[in-house]
């Protein structure tokens, strides 16, 4: 009954800059962790960035100093800012709850494709 609803995606040019947003509907419980993966063509499902209730972040290597990811509590909202957009940073891009209520349920978005040209 939870539902993942990302925005934000789209085409940019290298060096720009694009702000994802993902809300979630639903029930989720007051311990969690939110944030962002990303699926290229040919590769794994990788992390990003995540942001656990309490504060504690998380980043891929390759995004440090360039992506911040950032929450909204009261509105269950997590956001990824992309900034310094290289073309490897191409991807689609998936939403991601973990609740960790009396069992740790976890909930994806639907992905958002992001394209950053050279």
């Known amino acids: 009954q939870v539902q993942l609803v990302e925005s934000g995606g789209g085409l940019v040019q290298a060096g720009g800059s694009l702000k994802l947003s993902c809300a979630a509907s639903g029930s989720i419980f007051s311990i969690n962790i939110m944030g962002w993966y990303r699926q290229a063509p040919g590769t794994q499902r990788e992390l990003v960035a995540v942001k656990a209730s309490g504060g504690m972040t998380n980043y891929a290597d390759s995004v440090k100093g360039r992506f911040t990811i950032s929450r909204d509590n009261a509105k269950n909202t997590v956001y990824l800012q992309m900034n310094s957009l290289k073309p490897e940073d191409t991807s689609v891009y998936y939403c991601?709850?973990?609740?960790?209520?009396?069992?740790?349920?976890?909930?994806w978005g639907q992905g958002t494709q992001v394209t950053v040209s050279s």
């Open positions: 991601n709850v973990k609740s960790f209520g009396p069992v740790m349920r976890e909930y």
